[in-house]
């Protein structure tokens, strides 16, 4: 009996799977160069990380608080979007925050 109603539901109901529209991703944004001259230890050039918040911006700030770093721009995403995040902080004192997230679980790193 309730496998009869489940599949009356299914086939009166439709299968919302196939209604449903894609939305398009958004487009990355390319790291730029950072000013001209700009190199590391081993002569690669820096890039500059456009800042973009992610899901897990606040809770990141929340634990950066927690580890005495208070930051004026907040926590930016700079990886891509997706079920692992790492964010960035600059804290007040010159220090640099970062946090891995895993599906919204941040961890210091």
Do not use: W
């Not at 086939?11 to 000013?35: D, N, Q, T, Y």
């Not at 634990?63 to 902080?89: D, F, K, N, S, W």
Request: charged fraction near 20%.
């Amino acid at each position: 009996m309730k496998r009869a109603l489940v599949l009356a539901a299914v086939l009166l109901g439709g299968c919302s799977m196939f209604k449903s529209k894609m939305e398009a991703a958004p487009a990355a944004v390319a790291a730029k160069p950072a000013a001209a001259g700009l190199v590391d230890a081993n002569g690669a050039p820096i890039e500059r990380v456009p800042f973009r918040t992610g899901v897990s911006s606040a809770t990141v700030e929340k634990l950066a608080r927690g580890h005495a770093c208070e930051g004026g721009q907040g926590a930016g995403l700079i990886t891509e979007p997706g079920p692992v995040e790492v964010y960035r902080m600059q804290c007040d004192n010159g220090k640099v925050f970062m946090a891995r997230c895993e599906l919204r679980q941040c961890k210091k790193m």
